[in-house]
């Protein structure tokens, strides 16, 4: 079954760090850029970074820049989310997210995870 | 960045009505447009790219249409499943950008 995983998110304190991981399933990992998409609580969807298929090329949002480092393992088919230094403004639902297209640039996303939600929080 | 400006913020229609969503860029994005539909608390589904190529599995009753800054998402004949919030996305520059979503509700 092709399908993303996320896991790892949970209640923190501000300046505190979480790694979110992401299992990918069904379909060949390392050919794809995969992304993480956050929402926050009754808001929209936020573009927070993305990773090529081969993990050389990585970009951020500004708002987790310096902070929140991307990565992937295609040995193990997983998409990480290293973030540290988190603000409350960093509470949402988190999102791996698979590109439409392999090695291309159309930077959209036809496979998402069910979320993984991180609260930052005193 | 490029922000991208949806409207309306709600549209209220009858199942079997035609339904059309507008998404605006602050500037070009040439034809590097996406749709998604996204119902309440699941993730979002990908309908469109390339501002009118429907993504696989997604019903002919949607499609897309526009280029530069200008985007529409017309939904044909709405169906009971449609209702739903409706979100465009450039990726046309970095930081790739959302819109605030448009809701259609049931009229």
């Known amino acids: 079954e092709v399908q993303l995983l996320e896991s790892g998110g949970g209640l923190v304190q501000p300046g505190e760090s979480l790694r979110l991981s992401c299992a990918a399933s069904g379909f060949t990992f390392s050919s794809y850029g995969m992304s993480w998409v956050r929402q926050a609580p009754g808001k929209g969807l936020e573009w927070v970074s993305i990773?090529?298929?081969?993990?050389?090329?990585?970009y951020y949002a500004d708002s987790v820049k310096g902070r929140f480092t991307i990565s992937r393992d295609n040995s193990k088919n997983t998409l990480h989310l290293q973030m540290t230094s988190l603000r409350a403004e960093d509470t949402a639902v988190y999102y791996c997210a698979k590109k439409v297209i392999a090695a291309s640039a159309t930077h959209c996303f036809d496979l998402w995870g069910q979320g993984t939600l991180v609260t930052v929080s005193s | 960045e490029i922000v991208m400006t949806q409207s309306p913020a709600t549209l209220s229609v009858s199942p079997g009505e035609r339904a059309t969503l507008s998404c605006r860029a602050s500037q070009s994005v040439s034809s590097n447009l996406a749709w998604y539909q996204q119902k309440p608390g699941q993730a979002p589904r990908l309908l469109i790219y390339?501002?009118?190529t429907r993504a696989t599995g997604i019903p002919a009753r949607f499609s897309g249409s526009g280029s530069g800054t200008e985007f529409t998402l017309t939904i044909s004949s709405l169906q009971s499943e449609d209702f739903a919030v409706y979100c465009c996305q450039q990726y046309n520059n970095w930081p790739l950008t959302f819109g605030g979503g448009t809701e259609v509700e049931i009229k």
């Open positions: 390339g501002a009118s």
């Open positions: 990773i090529s298929g081969s993990g050389s090329t990585t």
